[in-house]
Every structure is written in C-alpha cells, then in structure tokens.
C-alpha cells in the first residue's frame, strides 16, 4: 500500500472520528465537558464539593440538612458549599413548600454539574467504526433498521469484552463484580456494586446510553452483553426511577450465595472523579 493511499486513509479515518465526536456533543448538550475522568484506581481525594457532586448524582436531589448529615458538616458550612456549587453554575435549588413552617429549597445538578461525570463517547465511535469496518452484507441481510443496531450493539459490547476477559481469568465473582464496575466507569458511568444476601447488584447512574438513545432498549442490551461476558454469570436488568434519581440496576445471581449482609463498595466514580476544589 502506498504512503500516499495509506495517509488519505488515515486522515478519512480521523475525519469520521471526529465528525461522529461532533455530532454527539451537539445532540447532548451544547456545552462541552468539564473534564475528564482520572483511571479508576486514582486514590480518593475529595473535596466537601466534590462529595456534595457525588451525593446529588447518587440521590437526585437533597437538601441543606441532608447534605450536612450525609456528609457529616454542620449545617452552615454545607449550605457555603452548595451555594459555592450553585454559583459556579454546577447545581441549582428549588423553592419546596412545606405543609406547615417555611419552604425550604432543594438543590440539583444542573447540565454543567452532571458533566463533571462524563462519559467516553469517543470510545463508543471508535468501538463503532470497528464493527462498522468488519460487517459484511450478508450479516445484515434482511435485517430490520432495529434489528441492525441491535447487532452492531451487540458486537460492540463483544468486542469490548474480549478486550477486557483476560484481566479476569481466575478470579472469584467478587473480584470480577468489582472489576467490571470498574470498567464502566472507565466508559463514563458512575456505577458501584452491592453484595447482597442473594448475590450482588451493579447500579450504575451515569449510563452511557442515556442521552444518545434515551428511548430504547440498545443501552441495556450493551450492558447485559459484557456484563454476562465479562461475569460469567447472568445478568438481569431492572431500570429504576423515582422521579428524583434515574439508574440502572443489574442483578447477579450466582448459584450459591454466600449470605452476607449487604455493604457498599466504595464507588469508582468517586475514585475516578476530576478534582473540583
């Protein structure tokens, strides 16, 4: 292949990168993102505004005194941080009545704020591109348009799994839970698993495909693929909102359950997330 061939083909390749790049940011939002990640193993150092982030993200919204009991503040100082948040456009408060006694306020992430959780939509492009390149007619012969993403979703999350499989090879659920938390994270959620009596739950809040394709099922047709690939084990699905917060819940039921009482794992995001001081 000429030198010539070769760099045309490569500048076409960066060219669609790019464009797709484009075209995601303009449909999510017209902002960019803040930051980026840090690697999921980045040690925890964070900030009382960080953890307010995080707490809001988890919960969808709270309030002064929920914030300082959470995060063990007083009420003062919690109140100079949301407020902090607030004017740098990060959060924003609603007015609550109250049935008795004066209204209260309740603070919630703005566009702005959930963008310090960014997701790897470049990663999705070029994960696409790939499968784009290795698809022949025939796979998609007498495909519906559905039917197609369906696959491509599929492969996709094939492909990302086989990339990930080896780092797993020998080790207990347990390790593989925390690991494939881990890895979504790496993609841009904000997820953080749970062992329960039953087995172990994987939540994530910060779905990859939440803003791109927010009215179908392809987003956790991706997940219950690499996570059934990469657990070994299969995964149930259960979307879960209250009209305050908005997760995805993925059930792992292995054969035998160990029992124990279910505890927290500290949460990637909250290990991965920017530094905002």
């Known amino acids: 292949m000429s ?44 900030t009382s505004k960080q953890q307010i982030l995080v707490l809001l993200k988890r919960a969808g919204s709270a309030t002064v005194e929920e914030a300082a009991g959470a ?21 924003r408060s609603e007015k609550v009545k109250r049935q008795t006694g004066r209204p209260h306020y309740v603070f919630k992430l703005t566009p702005k704020g959930e963008d310090m959780f960014p997701r790897r939509y470049d990663l999705l492009a070029q994960l696409l591109l790939d499968e784009l390149g290795n698809l022949s007619p025939g796979d998609i012969e007498g495909l519906s348009a559905s039917e197609k993403q369906s696959l491509l ?5 094939g492909r990302l799994a086989e990339q990930h499989r080896p780092q797993l090879y020998g080790r207990n659920l347990t390790d593989r839970v925390a690991a494939t938390a881990d890895l979504l994270q790496t993609i841009g959620g904000f997820a953080e698993w ?9 939540r994530d809040y910060n779905c990859v495909f939440a ?18 690939s990469l657990l070994e084990h299969p995964v149930a699905h259960e979307l879960v909102s209250d009209g305050k917060v908005q997760c ?3 059930l792992v039921l292995p054969q035998s359950a160990n029992g124990a009482t279910a505890k927290l794992a500290l949460s990637p995001a909250e290990r991965g997330m920017e530094s905002y001081g």
């Open 211 to 228: 803003r791109i394709t927010p009215h179908t099922e392809s987003g956790c047709e991706w997940h219950i693929t690499l996570l059934n």
């Open 3 to 46: 030198v010539n061939l070769l760099s045309k083909q490569n500048a076409a390749y960066n060219l669609i990168v790019r464009a797709l790049s484009l075209a995601m940011a303009r449909r999510l939002h017209p902002e960019p993102a803040l930051t980026p990640a840090k690697e999921a193993n980045t040690p925890l150092m964070q």
């Open 248 to 250: 995805c819940r993925y």
């Open 71 to 91: 995060l063990c503040l007083a009420s003062m100082t919690a109140r100079q941080h949301l407020v902090g948040l607030e004017r740098d456009g990060l959060i």
């Open 194 to 202: 749970l062992e329960t009596e039953d087995g172990f739950e994987i």
């Open 153 to 157: 979703v599929q492969r996709m999350a």
